[in-house]
C-alpha cells in the first residue's frame, strides 16, 4: 500500500540549508519574544512614571542604584549558567533584546561523501569510510577521478586515461556498432525527496557516475549507440505483475513523497522513470536478440529483481530483468537465462519464474542462513510445480566473498548447468553491490572478477546477451566495475583472468552444497559433486595441518608446561586454559 508523506520543507544533501531555515526560523522567534518584552518594560516604565505622586517619599538615587543592581546582577553570570537555568531570569523586566541563545549552540558541520554516503566531519578531507576527497570529481570524471584529490586537478587525470585506453581500442562509429547503451536522463529524477540519517544509498548519482566514466574512457557516447527511450506498455506490464500492483506504482505520480516499504521510496516521477526503465530493458533485448545489435547494457533505474507480483520492494518498483526476459520470448526466444550475481537475492524474479520451465534463474548472493536482506533464496529454493531445478540458488554463508569464490561457483555450477539448459537468449542482473568497497554488501569482487563472469557467459547463446545495472551503492565500485563489463561487451581483447582460482573454504563448502541438490535435476552435476568432495576432504586436511603447524611454530619447552609459565603455555598453543 501506498503512503504518502506531508512534506514541510525540502532537505538538502547535508541537511545544511533546512537546519540554517529552521535556525532562522526559531531566531525570529525569539527575536519577536524579545521585542514584545521590550515594549512590555517601556509599558511599565511609562506606568511608573504616571505615578510618581503616589511615590514621592521614594529617594531617587536609591531607585537608581536599586535598578543598576538588578540589571548588573544577570551580566555577573557566564553565558552558560544564562543558558543551563533560563527560567531564573524571565522576570520580563530585563531589556534580553542582544541575548539569542540559539546562537550559542555550537554548530557540528558535516558532509556526506559522494563516494559512500557516509558521513564525516568538516574539518575532514578525506571521507573515513572509503578514503574520497570530500571534493571528489566522480561525477563529472567517473572513476578515472582521483580519490584523494580535488576536482580541480582531474583533467589531466582524464586525458591520461583516454590516452590509456585508446591503445586497446579501434576507433568505432556508433552507427555501426555492436553494443547498445540504454540510458534516459528522466530516470535521474527519481530520488527521494526526505533526506534521513544520510542520502538514501540508491540515489540518481550511481547513474552519473557510470556516464561520466563511460565518457571519460571514449565508450558513451563514442563506441556504443544509443536506443530511444519509451515508457513499458500496461499491457507489457500485466505479463510480469499483477494490475494492483501497476496502479500502485502509478498512483505515486500524484504524490509528493510516498513510501512502498521503509526503505523503498517513490516521488512524482518516480513512476515515469520505472515505466522507462522497464522499457529500454524490453526494447534491448528485442533488438539483441533481432539481431539489430550484438549485446546491450542497460543503465538504468530504479532497480528491479526485488520487485514480485504484487510487491515492490528493496528500492525496486518493476522488474526489468523479468520484464527482458519475457520481451525476448515475444521476440522469438525459447528458453532464456537469467543470472543474477547482485549481492541481494532476486526474490521478485524467482517468483515471477517460479513455476517457468522456459526461464532458468541462477543467483548468487549473500544469504547467511536467511539472515541477509531479503532473506529467501536458499539453496533448497528450486523451483516448484514441475519447474523444480530451474531455480540455482548459491547462497554465500558470510561477506567478503571475492573473485575465486564466484568464478568457481560459476565453473562448477553455472556453466554446467547452463550448457545442459541451451539458452537462446541470456539476462545479467548486474548489480554490482558485491563489488570490493560497497557499504552494504560488504564483499571483495573486484572489476576483473564481473569482467571475468562476463566473459564466461559472452560465449552463451550466441553471444546474445542484455546486461541490466540492479544494485551497487559505492560510485567508484559501481562504475569501475560496470566500465569493464561493458569493455567486455565490446570485445575487448585483454584476459581477465583471476590471480588465484582457489576458493574459500566457505565458498566452497557452498559450492557442493549446491551440486548435491541440483545434482538432482541437473544429472551432469554428480560428476563434477564427487570430484570437488574428494577435493573437500583434502582441502580439510590440508587446513588442518596448517593450523597443527602453526600451533607447533609456538611450542614451548616442555618445562613452560607447568607452573607460572602454564598460562602463557597455552596461550601461544591456542589451547584454552583450565586453573585447577
Same mark, same amino acid.
Given at each position: #500500500? ?30 519577536? !519574544?524579545?521585542?514584545?518584552?521590550? %515594549? ?74 559522494? %563516494? ?55 576507433? /568505432? ?8 547503451? @540504454?540510458?534516459?536522463?528522466?530516470? *535521474? ?22 556516464? /561520466? ?79 539489430? +545489435?550484438?549485446?546491450?547494457? !542497460? ?9 514480485? +507480483?504484487?510487491?515492490? #520492494?528493496?528500492?525496486?518498483?518493476? %522488474? ?15 528458453? +532464456? ?75 562448477? +555450477? ?38 571475468? #563472469?562476463?566473459?564466461? *557467459?559472452?560465449?552463451?547463446? @550466441? ?5 541490466? *545495472? ?19 561487451? *565490446? ?90
Amino acid at each position: #500500500m501506498v503512503s504518502e508523506t506531508v512534506q514541510v520543507n525540502c532537505v538538502t544533501n547535508g541537511g545544511t540549508e533546512s537546519n540554517q531555515g529552521f535556525k532562522r526560523k526559531h531566531l525570529g522567534s525569539d527575536e519577536h !519574544a524579545a521585542a514584545s518584552c521590550h %515594549n512590555s518594560s517601556d509599558a511599565n516604565g511609562d506606568m511608573g512614571a504616571s505615578g510618581l505622586d503616589l511615590n514621592a517619599n521614594v529617594d531617587e538615587d536609591t531607585q537608581l542604584d536599586n535598578a543598576s543592581k538588578k540589571v548588573r546582577l544577570p551580566k555577573e553570570l557566564t553565558l552558560q549558567d544564562k543558558f543551563n537555568d533560563q527560567n531564573a531570569f524571565d522576570d520580563g523586566d530585563e531589556d534580553d533584546s542582544d541575548w539569542e541563545p540559539v546562537q550559542n549552540h555550537i554548530e557540528i558541520l558535516k558532509w556526506f561523501c559522494t %563516494n559512500c554516503t557516509m558521513v564525516n566531519l568538516d574539518d575532514v578531507f578525506h571521507c573515513d569510510i572509503c578514503g574520497e576527497h570530500k571534493e571528489s570529481g566522480i561525477l563529472k570524471h567517473g572513476f578515472y577521478a582521483s580519490p584523494f584529490s580535488p576536482e580541480v586537478e582531474l583533467i589531466q587525470v582524464e586525458s591520461e586515461a583516454r590516452a590509456r585506453d585508446k591503445d586497446f581500442w579501434s576507433e /568505432a562509429s556508433a552507427s555501426n556498432c555492436s553494443t547498445a547503451i @540504454g540510458f534516459d536522463e528522466r530516470m *535521474l529524477l527519481h530520488s527521494e525527496i526526505e533526506m534521513k540519517s544520510h542520502p538514501h544509498p540508491e540515489r540518481p548519482n550511481r547513474l552519473r557516475a557510470i556516464a /561520466a566514466s563511460l565518457a571519460a574512457a571514449g565508450i558513451f557516447p563514442g563506441k556504443c549507440c544509443p536506443i530511444p527511450a519509451r515508457e513499458i506498455t500496461p499491457e507489457e506490464l500485466q505479463m510480469v505483475h499483477s494490475s494492483e500492483h501497476i496502479a500502485a506504482v502509478d498512483l505515486t505520480a500524484q504524490m509528493f513523497s510516498s513510501y512502498f516499504t521503509p526503505d523503498t521510496y517513490a516521488n512524482e516521477h518516480s513512476a515515469q522513470a520505472a515505466r522507462l526503465a522497464a522499457g529500454l530493458c524490453a526494447d534491448l533485448a528485442s533488438a539483441v536478440f533481432s539481431g539489430h +545489435v550484438k549485446n546491450g547494457f !542497460a543503465l538504468v533505474r530504479p532497480p528491479g529483481h526485488h520487485a514480485g +507480483v504484487r510487491q515492490a #520492494m528493496g528500492f525496486c518498483l518493476h %522488474n526489468n530483468a523479468a520484464v527482458a526476459a519475457l520481451a525476448a520470448q515475444a521476440a522469438g526466444a525459447k528458453k +532464456v537465462l537469467i543470472v543474477d550475481w547482485d549481492v541481494h537475492h532476486g526474490n521478485g524474479t524467482q517468483e515471477i519464474f517460479d513455476q517457468n520451465k522456459s526461464v532458468l534463474y541462477i543467483s548468487l548472493h549473500r544469504h547467511e542462513g536467511g539472515k541477509f536482506y531479503p532473506g529467501t533464496g536458499a539453496a533448497l529454493e528450486v523451483g516448484s510445480k514441475g519447474a523444480e531445478g530451474y531455480c540455482v540458488n548459491i547462497p554465500w554463508s558470510r561477506g567478503g566473498v571475492g573473485d575465486n569464490d564466484y568464478v568457481f561457483a560459476f565453473q562448477h +555450477v553455472v556453466l554446467p548447468i547452463v550448457s545442459k539448459f541451451a539458452p537462446d537468449f541470456t539476462v545479467i542482473s548486474a548489480g554490482f553491490d558485491a563489488a570490493r568497497g560497497d557499504p552494504l554488501g560488504c564483499c571483495d569482487v573486484t572489476p576483473a572478477g564481473y569482467a571475468q #563472469m562476463t566473459h564466461m *557467459l559472452s560465449t552463451l547463446s @550466441g553471444g546474445k546477451l542484455l546486461v541490466i *545495472l540492479e544494485g551497487g551503492y559505492n560510485l567508484r565500485s559501481i562504475s569501475s566495475s560496470a566500465t569493464s563489463v561493458i569493455k567486455v561487451l *565490446l570485445g575487448e581483447s585483454r584476459e581477465c583472468e583471476p590471480d588465484n582460482d582457489v576458493p574459500s573454504r566457505a565458498g566452497l563448502h557452498t559450492v557442493l552444497e549446491v551440486l548435491k541438490i541440483q545434482m538432482n535435476y541437473w544429472p551432469n552435476l554428480s560428476s563434477s559433486f564427487e570430484k570437488l568432495q574428494s577435493q573437500w576432504g583434502m582441502y580439510s586436511v590440508e587446513n588442518k595441518r596448517k593450523r597443527v603447524k602453526k600451533r607447533r611454530a609456538f611450542e614451548p619447552p616442555i618445562w613452560w608446561r607447568w607452573g607460572r609459565k602454564q598460562l602463557l603455555y597455552h596461550i601461544l598453543t591456542g589451547g584454552q586454559f583450565h586453573p585447577k
